[in-house]
């Protein structure tokens, strides 16, 4: 029995998938990608947020006003935020089914075109509750994948904002 593993096997199961649903693969990718991206602009919403508050605490003639505004604008970009991220789960979920389902599909099609009596050689049945005890590994290593591709492209875009703002500070990102 050939075992099939690496680059290859991963490129075969992206492409069945995108057969069985390619639109939904898409925007769960994208999803994940945008999700990923959120996280560093949180993160600099609450330090802005920080900064205002310190900001206003020190001019006592107009910093209520503005600080409140400002608190206004950083509730509306977590709203977004947090609808994305609901997003997110909802296609990953939708994502996790279409894949059950294409599985059900792929092993349902195959075990219909098998004679009867193969049922009966125990070295088959091995086989064939081997095959369905590991099938999740599929769909766990296509979520690695994509998380993997993510936290690259999350960490490209973070470093090289660190970057544009200052050599020195991307430095010390780049060594931690």
């Given at each position: 029995?050939?075992?099939?593993?690496?680059?290859?096997?991963?490129?075969?199961?992206?492409?069945?998938?995108?057969?069985?649903?390619?639109?939904?693969?898409?925007?769960?990718?994208?999803?994940?990608?945008?999700?990923?991206?959120?996280?560093?602009?949180?993160?600099?919403?609450?330090?802005?947020?920080?900064?205002?508050?310190?900001?206003?605490?020190?001019?006592?003639?107009?910093?209520?006003?503005?600080?409140?505004?400002?608190?206004?604008?950083?509730?509306?970009?977590?709203?977004?935020?947090?609808?994305l991220h609901n997003f997110n789960d909802h296609v990953s979920f939708?994502?996790?089914?279409?894949?059950?389902?294409?599985?059900?599909?792929?092993?349902?099609?195959?075990?219909?075109?098998?004679?009867?009596?193969?049922?009966?050689?125990?070295?088959?049945?091995?086989?064939?509750?081997?095959?369905?005890?590991?099938?999740?590994?599929?769909?766990?290593?296509?979520?690695?994948?994509?998380?993997?591709?993510?936290?690259?492209?999350?960490?490209?875009?973070?470093?090289?904002?660190?970057?544009?703002?200052?050599?020195?500070?991307?430095?010390?990102?780049?060594?931690?």
């Open positions: 029995m050939k075992k099939h593993r690496g680059l290859f096997y991963q490129l075969y199961v992206w492409k069945r998938i995108f057969e069985f649903e390619g639109f939904l693969a898409i925007v769960y990718v994208l999803a994940t990608l945008v999700a990923g991206l959120l996280l560093p602009v949180e993160a600099f919403a609450f330090s802005k947020l920080i900064d205002a508050a310190v900001k206003s605490s020190q001019n006592t003639t107009s910093g209520n006003y503005t600080f409140i505004v400002f608190i206004i604008a950083v509730c509306f970009v977590l709203l977004i935020t947090k609808l939708i994502f996790d089914l279409r894949q059950q389902n294409l599985r059900d599909k792929i092993a349902s099609d195959r075990l219909l075109k098998v004679q009867p009596h193969y049922y009966e050689d125990p070295i088959f049945i091995k086989l064939k509750s081997k095959i369905d005890y590991n099938l999740w590994k599929i769909s766990n290593s296509l979520k690695r994948d994509v998380d993997l591709i993510t936290s690259f492209i999350v960490s490209f875009f973070t470093i090289s904002v660190f970057l544009f703002y200052d050599y020195k500070v991307a430095f010390i990102v780049l060594l931690s």
